[in-house]
């Protein structure tokens, strides 16, 4: 939980890169899940502060049993949170997607244009908001794949 480039983001992405270092490296860009436990506000209503988020990087395949704990473990050594670290799988389904170029603080102009999407063909969200990172954070013009599950409304 935190702000997006808060110290607790860093952090979680230090740790994720050091152990998919130690894998072997990443198969694909940098990805983040997010959600907000404010039903009384949209999400980006919420202080980003109290934002949630697990972060992901796709590996090309599924690893061997164990293989994660020896990489956490290889990891160790760089003195990022390591244990936080895990390997996961999941299936979003049906989603809307659409590509966000410009500044991370100009989202919410194509996350409109996804919305009204969703409204005119009768669907609801159906999961956490995902984002795929085309370029590294510190890019001067950001491109950012948008993601959102979906289910008939």
């Known amino acids: 939980m935190g702000e997006p480039g808060g110290a607790e983001h860093v952090s979680a992405i230090g740790a994720l890169y050091a152990v998919a270092s130690a894998m072997g490296g990443p ?6 899940r997010w959600w907000v436990e404010d039903a009384t506000r949209s999400p980006l209503e ?10 992901l990087l796709p590996l090309p395949g599924v690893p061997e049993p164990g ?3 020896a990489a956490r473990e290889r990891a160790r050594a760089s003195g990022a949170a390591v244990d936080r670290v895990q390997v996961v799988t999941f299936t979003e389904g049906e989603c809307v997607e659409l ?8 989202e919410k102009a194509s996350l409109d244009v996804m919305e009204a999407f969703m409204a005119e063909h009768g669907l609801v969200p ?3 908001h995902h984002e ?6 510190t890019d001067p013009r950001p491109r950012t794949v948008l993601r959102q599950p979906v289910a008939p409304g």
């Open 126 to 128: 159906n999961g956490p």
């Open 67 to 69: 293989t994660a704990e």
């Open 46 to 55: 919420v202080p980003r502060g109290q934002w949630r988020w697990h972060l």
């Open 27 to 32: 198969a694909g860009p940098l990805e983040g």
């Open 99 to 106: 590509l966000h170029e410009g500044p991370y603080s100009e």
């Open 132 to 137: 795929v990172y085309l370029t590294e954070f």
